[in-house]
């Protein structure tokens, strides 16, 4: 063995827990946990002790597509326990590498991004954002992996609750996210080979500002172009054409989230265009991206490209984002404020709008930003 060998392996020792320390981190980081899925678990029970009852009257979920769609539920939830008792368990056993983060504000930005996040705002961008405006990651180069193992969880359980609320066909749901996974595996192989992706931005930020003025002009209050008539407005199945469309784009999506694209703004827009009711886009966007999430997630950890303490907080933060979110835009609007299925799918296409225009303007923003750092590095 060469002495650089032994010299890592004698930095890695001394960064190992004791057994006792490992232990009594690992239950203070599970407490935090299993609060967070406490809250989860109150979430389910209200969509399907009060909220399913109250916009399905008649229909049991012991049934059908509502049967399996629970079961879909009760997976996403398994894999986000799993998943976390394993990450914890294995990760807390080196000292953190940040262990002198702002608490208070790396949870607020957790909760800011769970909850843009499950109205279709994305994430990434809103926690990337805020982590770079206070300050708190000044490693830029684990940022990627910090987002990817923080967020993971949080998506996981915004995908069990869409599922378990949204009434989407099983089909198309399946179909679609296998679609997204595939084309994210070959996006993946392709990275590394693109010398300039920034070109990617520019073409899809242009792209998106282009397809959320032909979403204004399709709204049912605006309708200068119909997509009523499409079909049916919870799936894709009954006509060829519209899943075979559907699952061609969404294999591009995959592609383009490994460039570090976001899927949701053009899931938003395709499955608008398709005929789909706009909040029968959500289960879908948020399963595809979850489940491209934890793969990538175990790529960031086996590498060590993340921060530990700051992904801790994010994930548990994240959870009650999600749930309020869910509580309030999703079950509040309806139930609480009385608004029935029509205007609330009115609302949530004004949302994507806006949204679609957001991710679209960040692009072109982050790609001026971008050539305008390179023209000065030229100069010097």
């Given at each position: 063995m060469r002495k650089e060998d032994i010299k890592v392996n004698e930095e890695e020792a001394q960064l190992l827990l004791s057994s006792q320390e490992h232990k009594k981190k690992f239950a203070r980081w599970m407490l935090f946990?299993?609060?967070?899925?406490?809250?989860t678990v109150i979430s389910i029970l209200i969509n399907y002790l009060v909220f399913f009852p109250w916009q399905n009257p008649g229909k049991v979920i012991w049934q059908g597509e509502q049967l399996i769609a629970f079961i879909i539920c009760i997976f996403l939830l398994l894999s986000a326990v799993v998943f976390s008792i394993i990450y914890f368990w294995f990760t807390l056993k080196v000292k953190h590498d940040d262990i002198?983060?702002?608490?208070?504000?790396?949870?607020?930005?957790?909760?800011?991004g769970g909850f843009t996040d499950t109205i279709g705002v994305g994430s990434f961008g809103v926690i990337t954002g805020l982590l770079k405006g206070t300050k708190a990651i000044k490693d830029d180069t684990k940022l990627p992996g910090t987002l990817n193992v923080a967020l993971g969880v949080s998506a996981l359980i915004e995908s069990a609750l869409f599922v378990g609320s949204i009434q989407v066909n099983i089909?198309?749901?399946?179909?679609?996210v296998i679609a997204i996974i595939c084309g994210t595996f070959v996006g993946s192989l392709f990275v590394s080979k693109i010398k300039d992706q920034t070109s990617i931005k520019i073409i899809m930020g242009v792209a998106l500002f282009f397809v959320a003025i032909l979403m204004i002009l399709t709204h049912p209050q605006v309708n200068v172009i119909s997509t009523s008539n499409i079909g049916?407005?919870?799936?894709?199945?009954?006509?060829?054409?519209?899943?075979?469309?559907?699952?061609?784009?969404?294999?591009f999506l995959g592609m383009?989230?490994?460039?570090?694209?976001?899927l949701y703004a053009p899931a938003m827009a395709t499955l608008s265009f398709l005929g789909l009711q706009q909040e029968v886009v959500f289960p879908i966007?948020?399963?595809?991206?979850?489940?491209?999430?934890?793969?990538?997630?175990?790529?960031?950890?086996?590498?060590?490209?993340?921060?530990?303490q700051t992904s801790n907080l994010i994930m548990i933060s994240a959870i009650?984002?999600?749930?309020?979110?869910?509580?309030?835009i999703f079950v509040g609007l309806q139930m609480g404020a009385g608004m029935d299925k029509r205007t609330f799918d009115i609302v949530l296409k004004w949302l994507?709008?806006?949204?679609?225009?957001?991710?679209?303007i960040s692009m072109l923003v982050e790609f001026y930003l971008i050539k305008k750092r390179q023209k000065i590095n030229k100069g010097e």
């Open positions: 946990f299993s609060i967070a899925m406490v809250a002198n983060q702002k608490e208070k504000a790396i949870l607020a930005i957790g909760f800011t089909a198309t749901l399946l179909i679609l049916d407005k919870t799936s894709l199945m009954d006509k060829p054409w519209r899943i075979i469309v559907g699952t061609i784009v969404f294999f383009i989230q490994s460039f570090g694209i976001g966007m948020a399963c595809g991206s979850a489940l491209c999430m934890l793969p990538a997630a175990h790529t960031f950890i086996k590498r060590k490209k993340y921060l530990q009650f984002g999600v749930v309020c979110s869910f509580l309030l994507a709008i806006a949204v679609i225009f957001y991710v679209s």
